[in-house]
């Protein structure tokens, strides 16, 4: 098959979609604003900025597939229009794009909108098309390692409510899948476990994997954002910081369910059963 354009390429999400790509084979440039750690041998890196259209259509150029991963900023829908209108221009025949499970029905968490209007941008595209909207990250427990370790206690305050959160993992599996195939275009296509995470649940699996008591640290919003402003160097991104702390606010009053239907075309487009999170738990603390 063609060659493959990813964007978001030094991000957390790409940098495990990238060796699953590589592995199976397929021709593959990757772009971002900085270098990714890993460039694989035979895969290029080309730089590229999305606020920048005038250089995007040359980037893309003689690209047959664009892995759409645009960040959680404020201006990703200009991103992506900047992206599509390139991709059309340079003679990209398929997106697939990472959106959000359920983001029209959690409209109030201002990129979860965002989400909702790229969905529309891309059906409207005139390019095929797959959308692959993966729930929460099970690797998100990667932000609270620390308190985890040093304090027995499990930090990330996403409630009582339930989130079926997924394996990153999973994802690189279903782009594999959705790009070296025509049987998913033009679908829109939720990435969940059958795993509802809560806080207190979350925490009891860590107790069993570490074989200790793990408490939840409970529903400290004010906590929460407190970690995200110190996460930033220098300049807050107060959009971020309300957008992330919305999103938290949510994940504790509604949850994100996922429906049978959901699970199933999960499982259909991974072509396996999902991964669990204490398979991931068990991983991640054997690494410790
Ligand atoms: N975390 C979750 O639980 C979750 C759940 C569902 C969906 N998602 C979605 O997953 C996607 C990827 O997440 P992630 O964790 O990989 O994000 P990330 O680590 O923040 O990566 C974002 C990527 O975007 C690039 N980027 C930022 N500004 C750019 C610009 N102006 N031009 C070009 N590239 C730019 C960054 O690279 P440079 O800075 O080098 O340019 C980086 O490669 C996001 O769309 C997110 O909404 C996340």
Redesign the pocket.
């Given at each position: 098959m063609g060659k493959i354009f990813m964007?978001?390429?030094?991000?957390?999400?790409?940098r495990v979609i990238t060796p699953v790509l590589h592995q199976a084979g397929l021709e593959l440039t990757l772009g971002?604003?900085?270098r990714p750690e890993v460039v694989p041998g035979g895969a290029e890196y080309t730089p590229?900025?999305?606020?920048e259209p005038a250089h995007l259509e040359a980037a893309f150029s003689g690209h047959e597939t664009l892995i759409l991963?645009?960040?959680?900023?404020k201006h990703e829908v200009g991103?992506v229009e900047n992206a599509l209108a390139a991709a059309r221009q340079a003679g990209v025949k398929k997106v697939v794009a990472?959106g959000?499970m359920n983001e029209a029905k959690r409209v109030q968490i201002p990129?979860f909108e965002n989400?909702r209007r790229i969905v529309e941008l891309i059906k409207e595209s005139g390019l095929e098309y797959v959308i692959l909207k993966?729930?929460?990250?099970f690797q998100?427990d990667g932000m609270v390692l620390a308190p985890l370790r040093e304090h027995d206690v499990y930090a990330l305050p996403i409630g009582s409510v339930g989130l079926n959160a997924v394996d990153t993992r999973d994802i690189a599996d279903a782009t594999l899948r959705v790009v070296t195939s025509e049987t998913f275009d033009g679908q829109e296509i939720p990435l969940c476990s059958p795993d509802r995470c809560t806080g207190e649940g979350n925490a009891q699996v860590w107790s069993e994997v570490l074989g200790k008591e793990i408490t939840y640290a409970g529903d400290d919003l004010g906590a929460f954002t407190a970690g995200i402003r110190n996460a930033f160097a220098t300049t807050v991104d107060e959009w971020l910081v309300d957008d992330l702390t919305t999103m938290m606010r949510i994940n504790q009053t509604v949850g994100n369910h996922a429906t049978d239907h959901d699970l199933a075309a999960s499982e259909t487009v991974l072509g396996h059963a999902p991964r669990r999170y204490k398979d991931f738990v068990a991983e991640t603390a054997a690494a410790f």
């Open positions: 964007t978001g390429a030094s991000g957390n999400l790409a971002s604003r900085q590229v900025d999305l606020t991963i645009s960040p959680v900023v991103m990472i959000i990129h989400k993966p729930s929460f990250f998100n």
